[in-house]
């Protein structure tokens, strides 16, 4: 593994420390990742057929749907519900 130094204004830093603790990670982490992300990026068709896969999965996991079960106009929009 390499290291590499990087420099950068005391507020991008300061900022870039709270999204790390947000994250519960440190700053290089996240670097590592965002390097990571820019080096190995995606094709356009490797997005999209890693998109179409996503979507699949999903529709996959929905089983109890009927467009027939849906409400009416007036049951929508029944406040006392």
């Known amino acids: 593994m390499k290291n590499i130094t990087v420099s950068v204004d005391d507020e991008t830093y300061r900022r870039a420390r709270v999204k790390a603790a947000e994250a519960d990670t440190s700053v290089s982490a996240l670097v590592r990742r965002f390097l990571a992300d820019l080096a190995g990026g995606e094709t356009e068709e490797e997005r999209f057929a890693r998109l179409l896969r996503l979507e699949q999965e999903a529709r996959a996991r929905i ?19």
């Not at 089983?63 to 519900?81: G, I, Q, Y």
């Open 63 to 81: 089983t109890n749907f009927s467009a027939a079960d849906r409400l009416s106009r007036d049951e929508l929009h029944d406040r006392s519900r």
